[in-house]
């Protein structure tokens, strides 16, 4: 899975301050290699969005006696959701 | 001779479903006030105790030239220190280092728990328990986040994106609500709860099934059959070792990316 965790593991027990050092203030905060853990956080987006605009558009259909709100909610929702991921990781370094 | 191709549908045996992950109480016929102690939540109260003895003893005793237990000790806990808590958290990191490390610590045993003799049962794959440790991590991470920025400011970060036009408030606002403070915790919980119940669950098909058709009687195909199948449960159960780790560094890893976005200074 994750390499570089695993490597810095590693040559942090190999160095003599057995990895206490700090890293430098002031320096930039190292890439994060994980793009699976900003995975993982994005699917909460995904389903809350599906979860919110979708029931809303289902309890619409089931009050309204209509048949188009659940998957007008649905895409609404997926794609509110796309765009909030967009806005929060989707900035470039 | 049993004609049929599938003895296991002829009603006498009872294929493994959720019925084997209920379990009565720990201590039939003791006090009331122990009857609501079952097989689960012994195991948790052990895994706990566990890893407190385990940390006790390998923070006492350290020596410049590390025993081997010390130096295992010490791999565990800068796995954690340096792979998880500072690579995600960065200068932060040493106030939530405890939290992540005892989480790590105490999934890994109760995961290891469901491929280990005398329990052989993961704890987390009982719901309730994985609901529960997600409720910690959040608490955790919101509280981190109020502490930081105060109740009114921790809200709006966590509410309101940069550079979306206000216009699209009233939708953006109760979505960012429902991912960030009730999908979250509720993914975090069902990801352990799930991997953990459908493995163990395999392992018990595997198990179950087998000896039923090692022990059946007048057919050798079926004791073949069994007797394979109970070797390659073997295989599942290494392979339950390897995502029980598995598991309880992702969830502690996410703990960790949660705290991170709820403290950040800039998203």
Redesign the interface.
């Known amino acids: 899975?994750n390499i570089?965790?695993?490597e810095?593991?590693f040559s942090?027990?190999l160095t003599t301050n057995?990895?206490t050092t700090?890293?430098p203030e002031g320096a930039p905060?190292?890439l994060?290699g994980?793009s699976t853990?900003d995975g993982?956080?994005a699917?909460?987006?995904i389903?809350?969005?599906l979860?919110?605009?979708g029931g809303l558009g289902w309890l619409g259909d089931h009050y309204l006696h209509t048949e188009w709100l659940l998957p007008v909610g649905l895409i609404l929702?997926l794609a509110?959701?796309t765009?909030?991921i967009i806005?929060?990781y989707g900035r470039l370094e | 001779m049993n004609p049929g191709l599938l003895p296991l549908e002829d009603g006498v045996f009872t294929p493994p479903g959720v019925d084997d992950f209920k379990f009565g109480p720990a201590f039939p016929g003791g006090p009331d006030w122990l009857m609501w102690v079952n097989k689960p939540a012994l195991q948790a109260v052990i895994g706990a105790l566990l890893v407190i003895l385990l940390w006790w003893w390998a923070s006492r005793n350290l020596k410049v030239k590390p025993s081997k237990g010390q130096f295992f000790g010490e791999y565990v806990y800068e796995f954690v220190r340096n792979g998880i808590a500072r690579d995600i958290l960065h200068h932060d990191f040493k106030k939530f280092l405890p939290y992540l490390l005892g989480l790590f610590s105490f999934l890994l045993i109760n995961n290891w728990f469901g491929v280990f003799f005398f329990f052989m049962y993961p704890t987390f794959s009982n719901v309730g328990y994985a609901y529960g440790l997600a409720f910690l991590s959040w608490c955790v991470y919101v509280g981190a986040g109020f502490a930081k920025f105060g109740f009114a400011g921790f809200l709006r970060r966590q509410l309101i994106p940069e550079g979306v036009p206000w216009y699209l408030l009233p939708i953006i606002i109760p979505l960012e609500f429902l991912a960030n403070f009730i999908t979250r915790p509720v993914t975090l919980a069902l990801r352990l709860f799930a991997n953990l119940f459908a493995g163990h669950l395999v392992v018990l098909v595997f198990v179950v099934g087998g000896s039923f058709l090692l022990t059946y009687s007048d057919n050798l195909i079926y004791n073949v059959a069994g007797g394979v199948s109970l070797l390659f449960s073997l295989a599942i159960l290494f392979l339950e070792l390897f995502i029980g780790a598995l598991q309880a560094y992702i969830f502690t890893v996410l703990t960790a990316q949660y705290v991170s976005t709820s403290i950040s200074e800039a998203h």
């Open positions: 899975m570089e965790v695993i810095q593991a942090a027990r057995m990895g700090p890293p905060p190292p994060r994980g853990d993982m956080v699917l909460s987006y389903l809350a969005g979860i919110l605009y929702g509110t959701s765009y909030l806005k929060r």
